[in-house]
């Protein structure tokens, strides 16, 4: 899961996070000079809500977003991947700067820093969709020429991976590159880049981080934000506020199953019952999530299950919105992401086997 880095934040996830047996990566908002010490203060926070002391933690600086972005080619900091190696992370991300559509010249410069930085450090590539969907050959071979581990986060308004184009490029990356492909700052489709070879998906816990928001313009303003409480429905593989899925509730007259959900918080019961407000929808979430990706990528499915799993998921889902939208007459719309990933698996790009 991915979150901001703020106390607030790293004090509640850090012990969600190691109960539900899953990674988190930090997001750090801050000047860039104060990117270090904010990292040494994350780290300490985070050690103090967990017992074992493993970190399976990333922490990304995030220079690549909002009005002030950082746009490539730029000079990556050293000292910011010393830092995360000397913490204690497991990999080190680079502070890389925003890759736009035209900028190839950004992108090999991420790509041949990272590689002389080091082992183990990943190279992010924050970029424009057009090279997941578009431009996916020369982004394969540029990594591959390389030889260095990457994390993709992409640009978009809504969901990059709402776009089929940019699912069947993302699959294409997973089966062609020859290093360790991350897939950070995400919507549920990091669950399905895990299912198909990513080492690491990561599900923003706010809209703000499944994606980088186009930057601003002074017409655009700062975009609409959603005061509701938001909580993930299982079934349905999406997020939707409280009062929709009360309303959705009640109104359906057939079996509940649609509306109660596995995790530890919920212990098969109705979402209305477990959510009642922001902390609760928040846990509710984290362990569904956690829950749903570990029947999927459990250490008794192989590669083949796991990306059947996923695109059959993707299917039920896809149907059960529909059917909500059309026998309840509510709002309910159906995520983009599924309609790429049901085709995914007749991708004629072969399954890399690792």
């Not at 988190?24 to 967990?50: A, C, F, G, M, W």
């Not at 497991?90 to 700067?97: E, G, H, Q, R």
């Not at 690491?200 to 930057?215: K, Q």
Request: charged content about 20%.
């Amino acid at each position: 899961m991915q979150m901001l880095g703020t106390r607030a934040d790293v004090a509640r996830t850090a012990k969600l996070g190691a109960a539900e047996g899953v990674g988190s990566v930090y997001t750090i908002k801050t000047d860039p000079k104060n990117k270090v010490k904010r990292l040494q203060e994350l780290i300490r926070v985070h050690d103090h809500y967990t017992e074992n002391g493993v970190r399976h933690i990333l922490v990304d600086a995030s220079l690549y977003d909002g009005a002030d972005r950082c746009v490539g080619p730029a000079r990556l900091s050293k000292d910011w991947i010393d830092a995360q190696l000397n913490l204690g992370c497991p990999a080190a991300l680079t502070d890389s700067p925003f890759i736009e559509r035209d900028g190839e010249r950004a992108l090999r410069s991420v790509l041949e820093q990272a590689k002389d930085l080091g082992p183990d450090v990943v190279a992010v590539l924050p970029m424009h969709p057009h090279w997941v969907g578009t431009n996916t050959s020369k982004l394969i071979e540029a990594i591959n020429d390389v030889g260095v581990a990457v994390a993709i986060i992409l640009e978009h308004s809504n969901d990059p991976y709402g776009s089929q184009k940019t699912v069947h490029g993302l699959v294409r990356i997973l089966n062609e590159v020859d290093q360790k492909i991350l897939v950070l700052r995400c919507d549920l489709s990091a669950v399905g880049a895990a299912c198909f070879g990513a080492s690491v998906g990561a599900i923003g816990t706010t809209t703000g981080l499944r994606h980088i928001y186009p930057r601003p313009t002074k017409r655009s303003g700062g975009g609409f934000h959603d005061p509701r409480i938001g909580l993930y429905v299982p079934s349905a593989m999406a997020y939707r506020a409280l009062d929709t899925v009360s309303d959705a509730t009640i109104r359906d007259t057939g079996p509940d199953i649609r509306w109660r959900c596995p995790c530890r918080y919920c212990s098969g019961g109705l979402l209305i019952d477990t959510v009642v407000d922001e902390v609760s929808a928040y846990e509710h979430s984290f362990a569904a999530i956690a829950h749903q990706s570990q029947q999927m990528l459990g250490p008794d499915s192989t590669a083949e299950d796991a990306r059947r799993t996923w695109v059959s998921q993707c299917e039920h889902a896809q149907t059960l919105c529909q059917e909500v939208a059309y026998d309840l007459g509510i709002g309910w719309p159906t995520p983009d992401f599924f309609a790429g990933w049901r085709n995914a698996i007749i991708d004629p790009a072969p399954l890399r086997m690792a």
